[in-house]
């Protein structure tokens, strides 16, 4: 959310590599290790990133919050 006065990050997710998802065929006997060592909930899995922006999206207008103008990373 931005005005002239200031701006904010609206929304964010975590993104977890495939390795770190135990339901992936990429997944990494170790780095399953390290997730659950951070604690990550087990509903949580690797989601592609260009896909997390349209459901962040989704979310703030299912909120019937107007997202005029969106911005990210490049990544």
């Keep these: 959310m931005a005005s002239r006065h200031a701006s904010t990050a609206m929304d964010r997710r975590l993104f977890l590599p495939r390795g770190w998802d135990p ?13 659950a060592a951070c604690g990550i909930p ?3 899995g690797h989601v592609e990133k260009w896909q997390l922006a349209p459901d962040m999206l989704d979310e703030a207008l299912s909120r019937g919050i107007d997202v005029p103008l969106a911005v990210a990373d490049a990544g």
């Design 42 to 44: 087990d509903d949580v």
């Design 23 to 35: 339901a992936s065929p990429d997944a990494d006997p170790a780095e399953v290790a390290r997730r």
